[in-house]
């Protein structure tokens, strides 16, 4: 059984950084962010292959976001933080040992926190 929980969510000014943690119990293969803003599909931010240097992100947040793990953590180190990354922001998983980084379909992750709100004001 695998178990997420998410922190670090808060408002910031545009420009500004943040990281986001997410308490992972249980084995996994891929980690994932993704984010959602009310009345808009949930759209993949980063996936990580686990134990292993496998990343990929999607094109809105290259270069700012950084996903990263540690011990049974998962982290998204936001930087230069603009107003349409403003969503609420969810760790997932997959436990299927064939899962790949750049599936950043939600339907690949069948395990899901309860996301952490991230409001960004210009």
């Known amino acids: 059984q695998v178990h997420l929980r998410e922190s670090g969510g808060a408002s910031v000014q545009a420009g500004g950084s943040l990281r986001l943690s997410c308490e992972v119990s249980g084995y996994t293969f891929c980690l994932a962010w993704f984010r959602q803003v009310p009345g808009k599909e949930r759209e993949g931010v980063a996936v990580i292959r686990t134990r292993g240097s496998s990343k990929h992100y999607a094109d809105s947040v290259k270069d700012r976001f950084s996903i990263f793990e540690d011990k049974d953590m998962l982290y998204l180190q936001m930087n230069s933080l603009k107003p349409e990354d403003s969503a609420m922001y969810y760790c997932?998983?997959?436990?299927?040992?064939?899962?790949?980084?750049?599936?950043?379909?939600?339907?690949?992750?069948?395990?899901w926190g309860q996301g952490t709100q991230v409001t960004v004001s210009s």
């Open positions: 997932a998983a997959s436990r299927d040992w064939q899962c790949t980084v750049v599936e950043m379909n939600q339907n690949a992750f069948p395990i």
